[in-house]
Nanobody, 117 residues
Framework: QVQFVESGGGLVQPGGSLRLSCAAS????????MGWYRQAPGNQREFVAG???????NYADSVKGRFTISRDNAKNTVYLQMNSLKPEDTAVYYC???????????WGQGTQVTVSS
């Protein structure tokens, strides 16, 4: 069974930065796709960023130029550097892993990000 350790969420003022991390362990497959989704109250879960092993990162239009995703394959860990945060970035952020884009993601437990003055 896959276990996740997510960290880095919290409260930050608009314009501030946070760095999320998510370490996955216990996977029975090679983790080729990792990334992040988020869900704000009353909204559906939405894609934020993803990164294929050896591939080019992919971002939602709403975070392009502000967020940067990276991964450490040796540690099965994915990171999300979030800069120039806006109140509309407030949500629970969920990391995910899967063998490829063809599979349903396995989700982390989520970490709260709140952007408010």
């Amino acid at each position: 069974q896959v276990q996740f350790v997510e960290s880095g969420g919290g409260l930050v003022q608009p314009g501030g930065s946070l760095r999320l991390s998510c370490a996955a362990s216990g996977s029975s497959y090679s983790i080729n796709d990792m990334g992040w989704y988020r869900q704000a109250p009353g909204n559906q879960r939405e894609f934020v960023a993803g990164i294929i092993r050896g591939g080019i990162p992919n971002y939602a239009d709403s975070v392009k130029g502000r967020f940067t995703i990276s991964r450490d394959n040796a540690k099965n860990t994915v990171y999300l550097q979030m800069n120039s945060l806006k109140p509309e970035d407030t949500a629970v952020y969920y990391c995910y892993i899967r063998p490829s884009l063809l599979y349903t993601p396995t989700w982390g437990q989520g970490t709260q990000v709140t952007v408010s003055s």
